[in-house]
Antibody, heavy 124, light 108 residues
Framework: QVRLVESGGGVVQPGRSLRLSCAAS????????VHWVRQAPGKGLEWMSV????????NYADSVKGRFTISRDNAENTLYLQMNSLRSEDTAVYYC?????????????????WGQGTLVTVSS | SYELTQPPSVSVSPGQTARITCSGD??????AYWYQQKPGQAPVLVIY???ERPSGIPERFSGSSSGATVTLTISGVQAEDEADYYC???????????FGSGTKVTVL
């Protein structure tokens, strides 16, 4: 079955950088788009970014555009999120989630499987 | 961007029916999706394309749509259904995705 395992979270000072990883298994990773979704402590879900199956299309929420970069390595079945210029409001559990299609153009609409998340805490 | 509006909380007795609404301008044109999230766990998809149920999701979960409002219905609520529920939609270009603010379902 689909398995997504996030890693790379931790405590980081404001203004610093962090890279998250998501190891995928149980499906043909190179055929699906994948997302990052975050959840601040005690708050709701917030979509962050999506990357198409082949890495050619990427989209971001306005709140992280220009600071975060999504990428993938299909040979390693791994998704990444490079987070720069971190702020206290970026403190959250970060989930990777499998898209329901290629996520190229309008071919993706929802998240059909989720990882367990990794906690990022931005604090001095 | 746009917003999806949900009630903060719904309370229901075991065996009764819980209905959770989600309203937003895109919903007449775009499908809605529903996720269940229990404390300390990742979200789980319970309804897709307004009313379709993924395999493994109990039949007591159903979805419906009317105009700019979609509804998740849990019939014969069980104690294990106590959780937060989020609706979600996507824009027509598939480049932006929005969640509702979430509804906490309490089983009395």
């Amino acid at each position: 079955q689909v398995r997504l395992v996030e890693s790379g979270g931790g405590v980081v000072q404001p203004g610093r950088s962090l890279r998250l990883s998501c190891a995928a298994s149980g499906f043909t990773f190179s055929s699906y788009g994948v997302h990052w979704v975050r959840q601040a402590p005690g708050k709701g879900l917030e979509w962050m970014s999506v990357i198409s199956y082949d890495g050619s299309d990427k989209n971001y929420a306005d709140s992280v555009k220009g600071r975060f970069t999504i990428s993938r390595d299909n040979a390693e079945n791994t998704l990444y999120l490079q987070m720069n210029s971190l702020r206290s409001e970026d403190t959250a559990v970060y989930y990777c989630a499998k898209g329901d299609g290629h996520c190229s153009g309008s071919s993706c609409s929802y998240f059909d499987s989720w990882g367990q998340g990794t906690l990022v805490t931005v604090s001095s | 961007s746009y917003e999806l509006t949900q009630p903060p909380s719904v309370s229901v007795s075991p065996g009764q029916t819980a209905r959770i609404t989600c309203s937003g301008d895109p919903l007449p044109k775009q499908f809605a999706y529903w996720y269940q999230q229990k404390p300390g766990q990742a979200p789980v998809l319970v309804i897709y394309k307004d009313s379709e149920r993924p395999s493994g999701i109990p039949e007591r979960f159903s979805g419906s749509s009317s105009g700019a409002t979609v509804t998740l219905t849990i019939s014969g609520v069980q104690a294990e259904d106590e959780a937060d529920y989020y609706c979600q939609s996507a824009d027509s270009s598939g480049s932006s995705f929005v969640f509702g603010s979430g509804t906490k379902v309490t089983v009395l």
